[in-house]
């Protein structure tokens, strides 16, 4: 996330030379991942959707961000 942003909420994942853009709410993807990689950002993304959205609006107001833990 970046404190600039606009919404609706959303987060960025980086994975080798592929970048994709996930709504928090409705999980809708813009980019490109390998699919295997996908399916684990997007199980990642509904195991933590409230700290996601927690994290958004702490962005939005400037705040330090909140480390959530990465998928076992």
Not at 36 to 43: G, S, Y
Request: glycine residues 6%.
């Amino acid at each position: 996330m970046f404190f600039n942003e606009h919404g609706p909420p959303h987060f960025h994942a980086v994975y080798g030379e592929y970048k994709i853009t996930v709504e928090i709410e409705s999980g809708a993807v813009r980019g490109a991942f390998p699919t295997r990689a996908l399916r684990l950002v997007l199980e990642w993304a509904s195991l933590h959707r409230e700290e996601l959205l927690t994290d958004w609006e702490r962005a939005r107001q400037r705040q330090p961000l909140i480390r959530i833990e990465p998928l076992e």
